[in-house]
């Protein structure tokens, strides 16, 4: 997962229903780049 490609970002934004700066705050809170590192942050941060 790549923080600049815009259609990786758009991508969770529509699966996760995030915004951009969610995801993208997400790939440097968890210093990673694994999608389902990144989707698991996002799920529980949703909580």
Known sequence: MSGSENYE?????????????????????IRTNDRRALEAYLKNKQK
Do not use: D, P
């Open 9 to 29: 970002i758009q991508y969770f934004m529509k699966k996760l229903r995030v915004g951009s700066q969610a995801v993208t705050g997400a790939i440097r809170a």
